[in-house]
């Protein structure tokens, strides 16, 4: 049974930095895609980046800033968010593509 759980978040000022991180279980992470993805207040769920084996894509808003990576031997899922905007203000949830579960995210909130 999947489960995820994420941690890190926390409220920063623009421009600094954050790491987000994910403890998977309950299936084979090493052999998996993985996804962050995000709902800002009054908005849509939306779709940060994905990991997978031929690389790793992002949405258009956060290339050059946010990047992702994994330590497959600990079963975590990093979201490296760097040069962070108000506008990245949301709650960040990991994601196995493909499976229903979605954890309890983790808030990040920009502000000065």
């Known amino acids: 049974q999947v489960h995820l759980v994420e941690s890190g978040g926390g409220l920063v000022q623009p421009g600094r930095s954050l790491i987000l991180s994910c403890l998977a279980s309950g299936f084979d992470f090493s052999q998996n895609a993985m996804a962050w993805w995000r709902q800002a207040p009054g908005k849509e769920r939306e779709w940060v980046g994905t990991?997978?084996?031929?690389?790793?894509n992002l949405r258009d808003s956060v290339k050059g800033r946010f990047t992702i990576s994994r330590d497959n031997a600990r079963n975590r899922l990093f979201l490296i968010m760097n040069n962070l905007k108000p506008e990245d203000t949301a709650l960040y949830y990991c994601?196995?593509?493909?499976?229903?579960?979605w954890g309890q995210g983790t808030q990040v909130t920009v502000s000065s």
């Open positions: 990991i997978q084996a031929s690389g790793i």
């Open positions: 994601k196995l593509p493909g499976d229903s579960f």
